[in-house]
């Protein structure tokens, strides 16, 4: 659907810029809110963005992942604006990679604004805070529905020109909702806990992914294996039909592959094959959908700013899944994995509901050990951007190349994400950590952990995430009573040259695992050599390849952990017809 969008998006802006005569322009912007955008008045964030780019349109084009690519863009938070209203952006506009317009570069650019809307949030625990709703798409600005937008235009930055003058006068439609097919089944629940915190409705979605013969053995109960990871639009990898014969190739910068487009249709038709093959172990995978106002999913925790979504989703959403489609429903019968997030999200489901799941497998988690948030101790170090030392200071990267470039700083990551959004409303990387793993804060939204304009980091709001969050000090700590119930479920895999430096953590966390006695962990850590974001944990296939074999990769491992640890009178028949 991202590509689709990009495509048109790159069309309508060609046709409109055609023999378009460049307009002489200053760089003060004044957005216009249309007179049909509905009852007012409407708080948000309003971005501007401008581009020397004219391949699509700019609101496309800003990636918090890819700096070095992203356009010039400002925000500035709005509040009772109404329809027919115009607001200026100025000097109170928030810039990256230049903080504010007046220092916009003179030159021909394409510019757009669009207004991200917040709605007002009661939540059970009495804060009243404005926040930017779910609408289906996965908390993406650029794309959720209802948010307000203008059409490109092709503008001259000059000194002494006229304001830029834009109307927000395109709504983002709703998003359409995959359609149900032999294998796949897409489903959606009110969550009773989630919506007495948030004082609204709050929906958890799942996409299910049904073994061959589901319906043709109705005796059968199966395992459920949980696909963590970012928003999903369906179920990954997974494709009935052979690559499409007229598709353009492309090319991954990431994995500096042609046509990886043709290799995933590829794999994921190779995955059905494999999924439908005689004797395959059959059992239930699971993806789940549970976008929130600050991120594209929860962590599948527990949290002060979010509400339960662990209790939530393993409470809730687990067992009406199992019940629906035949789930053995038992703790042995139950596995877990992902990566990056999903790799967080396997670990911790595992470490906070130790009962419930039988394994997890933790690729290129997130900071699983706080003494590496990134490359940064929040325990030790002062400040987030920089190492400052007798007489300098360097900025720390973010991000790397697989040859250990830096494509990123800390500032330049959070900077971006401080356009997007103020007070940890970005919804972005940095900001959803923020929002999990810490208290809230006076003004009922998330506590920083550091300041986003200078990166010094406080001491007391990172106490708190290491005794809620951290989570290889969550299981040293409480081993006593974890060791028994965790014992040989952790595995955890990384590259050693991961491109958001996740590695460390790794090291912190396999020293502090395997320092635990009486029990041993008993667990698994291993390193790609030289590999970047994701390695998931194979060997013997680049990352280009591992990273779509997700729901068969682990198999052999739970198969043999299944064997071993299924209590007398398990059901280990029903589901290998």
């Avoid at 590509?3 to 760089?27: F, K, Q």
Wanted: with cysteine; glycine share 10%.
């Amino acid at each position: 659907m991202g590509l689709g969008i990009r495509s048109l998006a790159a069309a309508v802006c060609g046709l409109m810029l055609a023999g378009a005569a460049p307009l002489l322009h200053a760089a003060t912007v004044k957005v216009t809110l249309t007179a049909n955008a509905g009852p007012g008045p409407i708080d948000g964030r309003l971005i501007f963005i401008a581009t020397t780019d004219t391949s699509s349109e700019p609101r496309l084009q800003v990636d918090l992942e890819a700096p070095l690519r992203s356009p010039y863009m400002f925000g500035q938070t709005v509040e009772g604006l109404k329809p027919g209203e115009a607001i200026t952006l100025d000097t109170r506009a928030y810039g990256w990679p230049i903080e504010k317009l007046s220092a916009l570069p003179p030159g021909d650019y394409t510019v757009q604004a669009v207004l991200n809307r917040y709605e007002i949030f009661r939540r059970a625990d009495g804060s009243v805070v404005k926040l930017p709703p779910e609408m289906g798409e996965g908390q993406q600005w650029n794309r959720k529905p209802g948010n307000l937008y203008s059409a490109p235009m092709h503008v001259r930055i000059a000194a002494g020109g006229a304001p830029v003058a834009l109307t927000l006068d395109k709504v983002i439609p709703p998003v359409t909702p995959p359609a149900d097919t032999q294998f796949v089944r897409h489903i959606r629940i009110r969550s009773e806990l989630l919506s007495k915190y948030w004082g609204r409705d709050v929906y958890l979605g799942a996409h299910v992914l049904l073994p061959a013969g589901f319906a043709e053995h109705p005796e059968a109960h199966y395992p459920l294996m949980v696909f963590h990871g970012h928003f999903p639009d369906d179920v990954s990898a997974f494709r009935t039909t052979p690559p499409d014969p007229d598709l353009k190739p492309d090319y991954s910068e990431r994995f500096r592959l042609a046509g990886y487009n043709r290799i995933q249709q590829q794999e994921a038709y190779n995955f059905y094959k494999t999924w439908t093959a005689k004797d395959f172990p059959r059992f239930l995978v699971i993806e789940i959908q549970h976008a929130n106002p600050y991120y594209d999913d929860s962590y599948a925790v527990n949290s002060a700013n979010l509400g339960p979504y662990g209790d939530a989703i393993n409470n809730e959403l687990i067992p009406y899944i199992e019940k629906t489609f035949r789930g053995l429903g038992q703790g042995w019968a139950r596995f877990t994995y992902g990566g990056s997030t999903g790799g967080w999200e396997a670990m911790a489901t595992q470490v906070f509901y130790p009962d419930m799941y039988n394994g997890a497998f933790a690729a290129c988690p997130d900071p699983i050990d706080f003494r590496a948030f990134t490359n940064v101790n929040l325990y030790t170090d002062k400040n987030l951007y920089t190492e400052k030392g007798l007489a300098n200071a360097i900025d720390r990267p973010s991000m790397r190349d697989y040859l250990g470039r830096t494509l990123a700083t800390q500032k330049d990551s959070n900077r971006m994400e401080l356009v997007l959004g103020d007070r940890g409303r970005s919804g972005g990387q940095y900001d959803i950590w923020q929002a999990v793993y810490g208290p809230q804060g006076p003004d009922g939204l998330p506590a920083p952990i550091f300041d986003k304009e200078t990166g010094q980091i406080d001491p007391k709001v990172a106490a708190y995430w290491r005794e809620h969050f951290d989570l290889a000090h969550i299981v040293q700590r409480d081993w006593a009573t974890l060791g028994l119930k965790l014992q040989g479920k952790l595995h955890i895999y990384v590259g050693s040259a991961d491109t958001y430096f996740l590695t460390d953590a790794v090291y912190f966390a396999q020293e502090t695992l395997e320092g635990l006695k009486s029990p041993a962990w008993g667990g698994e850590v291993a390193y790609g050599d030289r590999a970047e974001h994701c390695w998931n944990g194979d060997p013997t296939l680049a990352n280009a390849y591992s990273r779509l074999h997700y729901n068969t990769m682990y198999l052999p491992k739970i198969l043999k952990r299944i064997s071993e640890t299924a209590p007398a009178g398990a059901d280990l028949t029903s589901w290998r017809y």
